[in-house]
């Protein structure tokens, strides 16, 4: 699961805004990305460089693993 850093006007999608990756594009640069509503239909599926996107975390940090660092 990730979610948008920026707004997407042109797509109707705001900054915050929920996803899955659904695949690797670019040798691993930018992502297929799939956006459902709540009742899993997806309503748009784009590709997206990774500097548009965070990944999502549902559980605490462990102190056992390092901070994911992600560069451009």
Known sequence: ??????????????????????ELLADGAAFEVKFSDRNARTY???????EKIMVLHFEPASPD????????
């Open 1 to 22: 699961m990730v979610a948008l850093t920026v707004g997407l006007p042109e797509y109707n999608l705001r900054r915050g805004q929920v996803s899955t990756v659904v």
């Open 44 to 50: 748009d599926s784009l590709g997206l460089p990774r």
């Open 65 to 72: 693993i390092k901070p994911e660092i992600v560069t451009a």
